[in-house]
């Protein structure tokens, strides 16, 4: 689930939907909540948006109308009428929708709790997006400190505490077992279930994060404090399959399955991000000497890009292109500023005419590590660099080239 990238990266917090129509009629700890997992996909994309607050946009993925239709239906035919016999069935209806409006709100002032502090620390938040398991805030780039990392991970579940008292409080002003009373009950349980739930100190929830952060304040080493708080994150999810397949053999079936549902999300979220830190260990060892390509096709500001495009791309599968005005490079192009030019005009259009020209070009040197090289593609929103040393071009590393270059590490077994 959660992919925090450091270096230009993106660092995902989110709020857990913790099993939102299963309310235990008993004590908090038999009931055990839904998580806060995401897949990596899902979460990068918004597929209706909402509109911005704070200058991040906020947008709800297709995924979370499952969710908000099953806890409408679970509060409206299940918790709500058990729990507070006597309405009548509309309101049933009418109540769990306006709960699971609320409820969804709640996640969105969680993940904007995050939000506020990265923004405080100067960390740019891009994006919140509402799916299937809850919501995630897209933040930008490092953790500048141990300390930055601990207040925005602790903002979350601080919120929803908040957000716990104040529904408690607006509950007691409704004694009784009327809608509002019922309405205000939930969402004071239900918010401290999301602080609780997400303090699990295993990464990659926010419990997680302020545990690697502490780890990190002693060890001063963040590689070191991920690999500990992931494997943390591990064990938390592990044993959440196991309570999951216990509870399933003891006639829970459906809160059994959720639960090793959430367990394997958990556990796999935590792996990816150890696999990550070791990528990352790598890519960091390796110089982009290692990995770019050396020859880039090279062809004359004047040829058109009809002649590039048939000559070069369609015939050599050539994709990227120094542009020499009498054999010395003058700037690059790519499929990138081919396809911003129409079609029809390929014949009267030369690749002098759309290239970037050299001198304003991001670029690496052959002696960087592939870790700052990819930072540098990420920053920029590029997918290839110019390797120039000495102020010549010697190559270009895409991520295809880094792709391939691990790919073979991987091969070899070369660390
Ligand atoms: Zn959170």
């Excluded at 303090?199 to 001063?220: H, Q």
Aim: aromatic content about 12%; charged content about 15%.
């Amino acid at each position: 689930m959660e992919k925090r990238r450091f270096g230009g990266g993106i660092l995902k917090l989110s709020a857990a939907v913790p099993d939102p129509g299963r309310i235990p009629r008993g004590s908090v700890a038999s009931y055990l909540p839904k998580s806060e997992m995401r897949d990596q996909r899902l979460m990068t994309r918004q597929d209706i948006p909402l509109g911005k607050i704070l200058g991040i946009s906020i947008g709800l993925d297709y995924s979370w109308f499952v969710i908000f239709i099953l806890i409408t239906w679970t509060l409206a035919v299940g918790y709500y009428p058990v729990t507070y016999p006597g309405w009548g069935s509309m309101q049933y209806w009418f109540i769990g929708g306006i709960t699971a409006v609320l409820f969804f709100s709640c996640i969105l002032l969680h993940e904007i709790g995050h939000s506020i502090v990265a923004l405080g620390y100067k960390i740019p938040v891009r994006s919140i997006t509402l799916f299937v398991f809850g919501g995630v805030a897209q933040i930008e780039a490092d953790p500048p400190s141990a300390v930055a990392e601990f207040f925005v991970a602790i903002a979350g579940p601080v919120t929803s505490l908040v957000l716990g008292l104040i529904f408690y409080g607006m509950g007691t002003l409704f004694p009784g077992s009327g809608p509002l009373s019922g309405l205000f009950k939930y969402l004071s349980y239900i918010n401290l279930v999301l602080a609780v739930f997400n303090l699990i100190p295993g990464y990659p929830l926010d419990g997680g994060r302020v545990f690697r952060a502490i780890v990190w304040s002693i060890t001063r080493n963040f590689r070191k404090s991920t690999l500990i708080a992931a494997h943390v994150g591990q064990f938390f999810g592990f044993s959440l399959i196991f309570i999951g397949v216990w509870k399933v053999f003891h006639g829970d079936f459906g809160g059994g399955l959720w639960i090793s549902f959430i367990g394997w999300f958990l556990s796999n979220a935590a792996s990816s991000q150890i696999q990550q830190v070791n990528f990352q260990g790598w890519l960091g060892e390796h110089k982009v000497s290692q990995a770019m390509t050396r020859q880039c096709a090279s062809v004359p500001e004047d040829e058109s890009l009809k002649d590039l495009v048939e000559e070069q791309i369609m015939s050599k599968g050539e994709r990227c292109f120094l542009v020499s005005r009498e054999s010395v490079p003058v700037g690059l192009v790519t499929l990138h500023q081919i396809k911003e030019v129409s079609q029809s005009d390929w014949g009267t259009i030369s690749a002098g005419q759309v290239m970037i020209p050299i001198e304003m070009l991001k670029r690496v040197q052959s002696g960087d590590s592939l870790w700052s090289a990819l930072k540098k593609m990420d920053r920029d929103g590029v997918n290839q660099l110019p390797v120039m040393d000495d102020g010549r071009v010697i190559g270009v590393l895409s991520r295809e080239d880094v792709i391939t270059f691990l790919g073979t590490l991987q091969e070899l077994s070369v660390p």
